[in-house]
């Protein structure tokens, strides 16, 4: 049930772009992105609903392959603010309310 | 709105003994979930609570254990602590009426030592 990442971890440069996988074995009804700094709660970035349907942040956008059960993450223009840990969650269950997180994307962005 | 309020924000115990974690959720919000996270094991889902009822369980033994009150706060319980339970406590709070389409927001955690 907990969904794969990938890659592990990334460093990237200030303006660069960067792609974070997540894939299921099992059929999703929603796919939720956070992003957690060291030390810090995980805060809430985007949410993907199967049917299309997106919540989330502006700058940052993702895709929802419900047919492949995989979602995809994309950082552009990268920031030094976007460093932290990247986390997937997957919800199963039409009536669910607990997610299935991956073991995260950590992200490094230097100057 | 005041966030996902944690207590206490750090633990330390020794094995053996139990402890009991309590969590606020946003106001407005009957979903009460809480998480584990590990190093090794990341982020896994220990239970959920919607007015006052366990509605989704994770695969954790039944030494953890939970109740939710009236007022939607969360209390979380472990009992005859082990080493393995050093973990980073995460609750998280939704509106909880709409299931997989909820946005959970996270409280800061309790950072628990078993020694």
């Known amino acids: 049930q907990q969904p794969v990442q990938s890659p592990q971890a990334v460093i990237l440069r200030e303006g660069e772009d960067a792609v974070i996988n997540c894939s299921s074995s099992?059929?999703?009804?929603?796919v939720h992105w956070y992003r957690q700094k060291h030390g810090e709660a995980p805060v809430f970035l985007m949410i993907l609903l199967k049917g299309g349907e997106q919540k989330g942040h502006e700058k940052i956008s993702a895709s929802f392959n419900e047919k492949k059960q995989q979602s995809s993450l994309y950082l552009t223009a990268s920031q030094l603010s976007y460093s932290g840990t990247y986390f997937c969650?997957?919800?199963?269950?039409?009536?669910?309310?607990?997610?299935?997180f991956g073991t995260g994307t950590r992200l490094t962005v230097i100057p | 709105k005041a966030g996902v309020t944690q207590t206490p924000r750090y633990l330390i115990k020794t094995r053996g003994q139990q402890v009991t974690l309590s969590c606020s959720p946003i106001?407005?919000?009957?979903?009460v979930s809480w998480y584990q996270q590990t190093p090794g094991q990341g982020l896994q889902f220990l239970f959920e609570y919607f007015s006052e009822t366990q509605r989704n369980k994770g695969n954790f033994p039944g030494r953890f254990s939970g109740r939710q009150f009236s007022n939607s706060r969360s209390e979380m319980n472990v009992s005859t602590l082990e080493l393995g339970d050093s973990a980073l406590y995460l609750c998280a709070s939704s509106e909880g009426t709409s299931g997989y389409k909820e946005t959970q927001y996270f409280g800061p955690g309790t950072r628990l030592l078993v020694l």
């Open positions: 106001s407005g919000h009957r979903s």
């Open positions: 099992k059929a999703l009804y929603s």
């Open positions: 969650g997957t919800e199963e269950g039409a009536g669910a309310n607990n997610l299935f």
